[in-house]
């Protein structure tokens, strides 16, 4: 597997000089009409494009499922290609004449190893596209970067310090430098904060600790109100795992953007009442806040009161819905054409992007305002189903095609542009967002919670974590996978749920997702039931991701093989997958296996 530093080139024309960097190559056959333009290479090893005469429906077509390539042009009179055949390092060797299984198994193949698909053309020679390669190239800007998990203090009312330690110590075997504890209004909160920081140093470890306020519950419409959360500051700020940039304390939110505390403008209110007093007190903060406001006021009535910004949407695709596809109501599988707006939008660095801009566009704007952080979300899961009678929230936003991994790919393939990432959630049961372990004080989410342990995800977090914080991939020491799979068929009717289907859930896929960590060169199997199986040769060592179609009734396993030896088996017994559930769940079901 490689990650890649996006990149951009020029239009490609018979004087422009092919890069001959490891990274990648580009080049073209005699005659070339082609024009490309790399915009990202996030998935799969160096691009080799050889062509004759090829079209941008064509490499449009296949680029969806494998890379992002854009601002393709050709003369129009030229031949359009068709996909005839699929081959890779001998896993599978098949005709396919329906575009998107041929898609389905290119998106397979770049992942994991050296894939081609040959594309015979209605005239003319024939081109090749060609997806691999093993050197690992991430970009190196040499900073520091920090990785933290958003901790809901409102889910661990009945937390001791014991507990506290035993999170902090699975966080920090996921790679996990700290905790942003979300503080909320309940009156018992800044006891379990206050015991959190205790257990924290009791440890006597470097592990961090930051406040998130939530200002999503907390009053900000006074200056009592800003002097409420200063408090917790004033009393961390010392504290020997309070979290420091810049020899500043680090302090976030959730929301916020509409606390004035006072004063005209919220930006008036939180420089006013919140950061200058604590810098004339000697306690100054690096305020990266999560403001749900558009870049240009990053970069503008924002850029004197934050010193960076924590996009909490960008964890997901949250774009991208049941209506802006036009699929509401839509039961049966889902057309080619918005399978790839899905998988474009998977772990996409789009979202983040424009606020990248604004936040450099701020720091240069400031005089003397210092270094400003950019702190991006990953999230493996979200979904929530409460009814109009407690919290009235039913929604998904689309998590399959692996897209918690693929989001720390992109995060690590642009790290020179990302200071920190917060895993969003550590344990937000009733978004389902949670990596943690399953506690006992969830906020009624019992229902779609229990029984779907997340945790598997903490030892494939330590990879990407140690990619993203020092820019190299560790090594791979033993076979791993992490399967993860929804409860019931998207389309079945519950017999007893009182909620409704959530929002998107027409936009999901009925598949396993499996992710391995691979040691090295091995063939990869899952199965759904005994005769929905499926089989990758790997070429080399790194994580792979594989997909399976689900089958009403069966399982879900995987196997790794090398040698002619199984090195790994993972059937998680109590899975099951139903067409007829009681209620709605479209959390996700995961299981990891390690191999002796």
Same mark, same amino acid.
């Given at each position: 597997m490689v990650y890649l530093q996006a990149a951009e080139l020029a239009p490609i024309d018979p004087s422009f000089n092919i890069p001959t960097t490891p990274s990648f190559s580009i080049y073209s056959g005699?005659?070339?009409?082609?024009?490309?333009?790399?915009?990202?290479l996030n998935r799969s090893g160096h691009l080799i494009i050889q062509s004759t005469l090829i079209t941008p429906s064509t490499i449009m077509f296949f680029a969806r499922f494998t890379f992002t390539l854009a601002a393709i042009s050709a003369a129009s009179a030229l031949p359009v290609w068709t996909p005839e055949q699929l081959q890779h390092s001998g896993g599978i060797n098949r005709r396919r004449t329906d575009a998107m299984y041929v898609n389905d198994d290119l998106e397979q193949l770049s992942n994991n190893g050296t894939a081609s698909v040959i594309l015979s053309p209605d005239e003319g020679g024939v081109p090749t596209i060609s997806i691999g390669g093993n050197a690992t190239i991430i970009p190196q800007d040499g900073s520091e970067k920090t990785v933290l998990a958003?901790? +809901?203090?409102?889910n661990a009312f009945s937390y001791t310090k014991d507990l506290w330690k035993t999170d902090i110590k699975m966080a920090q075997e996921g790679g996990i430098d700290g905790f942003a504890l979300n503080l909320g209004s309940d009156d018992w909160q800044p006891a379990r904060l206050d015991d959190a920081y205790t257990a924290a140093k009791e440890l006597n470890t470097d592990f961090?600790?930051?406040?998130?306020?939530? +200002?999503?519950?907390?009053?900000?419409?006074?200056?009592?109100?800003?002097a409420n959360i200063k408090q917790y500051i004033t009393k961390y700020a010392g504290h020997p795992n309070q979290l420091l940039v810049d020899g500043k304390v680090f302090a976030s939110t959730f929301s916020g953007e509409k606390s004035a505390f006072g004063h005209p403008t919220?930006?008036?209110?939180?420089t006013a009442e919140f950061k200058k007093p604590l810098e004339q007190a000697g306690t100054p903060v690096h305020f990266v806040p999560a403001l749900f406001v558009a870049p240009g006021a990053i970069s503008g009535d924002w850029s004197d009161t934050v010193d960076g910004l924590l996009t909490w949407n960008s964890a997901w695709p949250t774009d991208l819905t049941s209506q802006s596809q036009n699929v509401a109501g839509v039961v049966g599988a889902l057309a080619a054409p918005v399978l790839g707006q899905v998988k474009d939008a998977v772990g996409s660095i789009d979202a983040d992007t424009q606020f990248i801009d604004a936040v450099k566009s701020a720091a240069s704007a400031v005089a003397g305002s210092g270094s400003k952080t950019y702190m991006a979300g990953v999230s493996p899961f979200f979904f929530t189903h409460y009814g109009a009678d407690t919290f009235n929230k039913n929604w998904l936003y689309v998590s399959d095609d692996h897209l918690y991994?693929?989001?720390?790919?992109?995060? &690590?393939?642009?790290?020179?542009?990302?200071? +920190? %990432?917060? &895993?969003?959630?550590?344990?937000?049961?009733?978004?389902?967002?949670? &990596?943690?372990? &399953?506690?006992?004080?969830?906020?009624?989410?019992?229902?779609?919670?229990?029984?779907f342990d997340h945790t598997a995800l903490i030892p494939l977090t330590k990879y990407y974590?140690?990619?993203?914080?020092?820019?190299?991939?560790?090594?791979?020491?033993?076979?791993? %996978?992490?399967?993860?799979?929804?409860?019931?068929?998207?389309?079945?009717?519950?017999?007893?749920?009182?909620?409704?289907?959530?929002?998107?859930w027409e936009l999901v896929q009925d598949k396993l997702w499996a992710d391995f960590l691979l040691s090295g060169p091995a063939t990869v199997t899952l199965a759904t039931s005994e005769g929905t199986t499926q089989s990758w040769d790997v070429a080399a060592a790194g994580p792979?991701?594989?997909?399976?179609?689900?089958?009403?009734?069966g399982f879900i396993s995987a196997t790794v093989t090398r040698d002619g030896k199984t090195v790994l088996t993972c059937k998680p017994e109590e899975y099951a997958f139903t067409d007829t559930p009681e209620t709605y769940n479209f959390n996700s079901f995961v299981a990891g296996c390690v191999a002796e």
């Amino acid at each position: 597997m490689v990650y890649l530093q996006a990149a951009e080139l020029a239009p490609i024309d018979p004087s422009f000089n092919i890069p001959t960097t490891p990274s990648f190559s580009i080049y073209s056959g005699s005659g070339s009409k082609l024009t490309a333009f790399l915009k990202s290479l996030n998935r799969s090893g160096h691009l080799i494009i050889q062509s004759t005469l090829i079209t941008p429906s064509t490499i449009m077509f296949f680029a969806r499922f494998t890379f992002t390539l854009a601002a393709i042009s050709a003369a129009s009179a030229l031949p359009v290609w068709t996909p005839e055949q699929l081959q890779h390092s001998g896993g599978i060797n098949r005709r396919r004449t329906d575009a998107m299984y041929v898609n389905d198994d290119l998106e397979q193949l770049s992942n994991n190893g050296t894939a081609s698909v040959i594309l015979s053309p209605d005239e003319g020679g024939v081109p090749t596209i060609s997806i691999g390669g093993n050197a690992t190239i991430i970009p190196q800007d040499g900073s520091e970067k920090t990785v933290l998990a958003h901790f +809901m203090i409102g889910n661990a009312f009945s937390y001791t310090k014991d507990l506290w330690k035993t999170d902090i110590k699975m966080a920090q075997e996921g790679g996990i430098d700290g905790f942003a504890l979300n503080l909320g209004s309940d009156d018992w909160q800044p006891a379990r904060l206050d015991d959190a920081y205790t257990a924290a140093k009791e440890l006597n470890t470097d592990f961090k600790l930051c406040i998130s306020f939530d +200002m999503a519950v907390l009053p900000g419409n006074s200056a009592s109100d800003a002097a409420n959360i200063k408090q917790y500051i004033t009393k961390y700020a010392g504290h020997p795992n309070q979290l420091l940039v810049d020899g500043k304390v680090f302090a976030s939110t959730f929301s916020g953007e509409k606390s004035a505390f006072g004063h005209p403008t919220p930006q008036e209110g939180w420089t006013a009442e919140f950061k200058k007093p604590l810098e004339q007190a000697g306690t100054p903060v690096h305020f990266v806040p999560a403001l749900f406001v558009a870049p240009g006021a990053i970069s503008g009535d924002w850029s004197d009161t934050v010193d960076g910004l924590l996009t909490w949407n960008s964890a997901w695709p949250t774009d991208l819905t049941s209506q802006s596809q036009n699929v509401a109501g839509v039961v049966g599988a889902l057309a080619a054409p918005v399978l790839g707006q899905v998988k474009d939008a998977v772990g996409s660095i789009d979202a983040d992007t424009q606020f990248i801009d604004a936040v450099k566009s701020a720091a240069s704007a400031v005089a003397g305002s210092g270094s400003k952080t950019y702190m991006a979300g990953v999230s493996p899961f979200f979904f929530t189903h409460y009814g109009a009678d407690t919290f009235n929230k039913n929604w998904l936003y689309v998590s399959d095609d692996h897209l918690y991994t693929s989001r720390w790919s992109t995060l &690590i393939a642009n790290r020179d542009k990302v200071d +920190m %990432v917060e &895993i969003i959630t550590w344990n937000d049961y009733g978004e389902s967002s949670y &990596i943690g372990s &399953i506690g006992k004080d969830q906020p009624k989410s019992n229902a779609w919670v229990d029984g779907f342990d997340h945790t598997a995800l903490i030892p494939l977090t330590k990879y990407y974590t140690t990619a993203f914080k020092t820019g190299k991939f560790p090594t791979i020491e033993k076979d791993s %996978v992490v399967l993860s799979a929804r409860p019931h068929a998207k389309a079945a009717e519950a017999t007893a749920d009182g909620v409704g289907k959530p929002l998107n859930w027409e936009l999901v896929q009925d598949k396993l997702w499996a992710d391995f960590l691979l040691s090295g060169p091995a063939t990869v199997t899952l199965a759904t039931s005994e005769g929905t199986t499926q089989s990758w040769d790997v070429a080399a060592a790194g994580p792979g991701r594989f997909s399976l179609p689900l089958t009403v009734g069966g399982f879900i396993s995987a196997t790794v093989t090398r040698d002619g030896k199984t090195v790994l088996t993972c059937k998680p017994e109590e899975y099951a997958f139903t067409d007829t559930p009681e209620t709605y769940n479209f959390n996700s079901f995961v299981a990891g296996c390690v191999a002796e």
